[in-house]
Nanobody, 125 residues
Framework: QSQFVESGGGLVQPGGSLRLSCTAS????????LGWFRQAPGKEREGVTC????????YYADSVKGRFTIIRDDNENTVYLQMNNLKPEDTAHYYC??????????????????WGQGTLVTVSS
């Protein structure tokens, strides 16, 4: 079964940092565009960031711009999300996905696949 395995979530205080990992299982990252998404309780899944197949292009939602960084390591078959200066509104389950589409804007979940079970990030004092 081809899917991602997300990890690295947890409870963190406002202003803190976390690094999420998303490892591909059953496939290689190759030249796929990769994206991170999140889903807060009672809300729809939303795009956070994407990175192009060669790692040269990335886009971020305005809500995380300047605080989050997406990093891909094809040798490790893993994509990371470095999250700094976390805020309570960042609380959500975080997921990653892949697509053959270009990373040309904030990613839309409908075009991505290989979802894992996600990892929960809770930002609270």
């Amino acid at each position: 079964q081809s899917q991602f395995v997300e990890s690295g979530g947890g409870l963190v205080q406002p202003g803190g940092s976390l690094r999420l990992s998303c490892t591909a299982s059953g496939f290689t990252l190759d030249t796929y565009t990769l994206g991170w998404f999140r889903q807060a309780p009672g809300k729809e899944r939303e795009g956070v960031t994407c990175i192009s197949g060669n790692g040269g292009i990335s886009y971020y939602a305005d809500s995380v711009k300047g605080r989050f960084t997406i990093i891909r390591d094809d040798n490790e078959n893993t994509v990371y999300l470095q999250m700094n200066n976390l805020k309570p509104e960042d609380t959500a389950h975080y997921y990653c996905g892949r697509t053959m589409r270009f990373c040309s804007d904030v990613p839309s979940p409908q075009y991505y696949r290989s979802w894992g079970q996600g990892t929960l990030v809770t930002v609270s004092s």
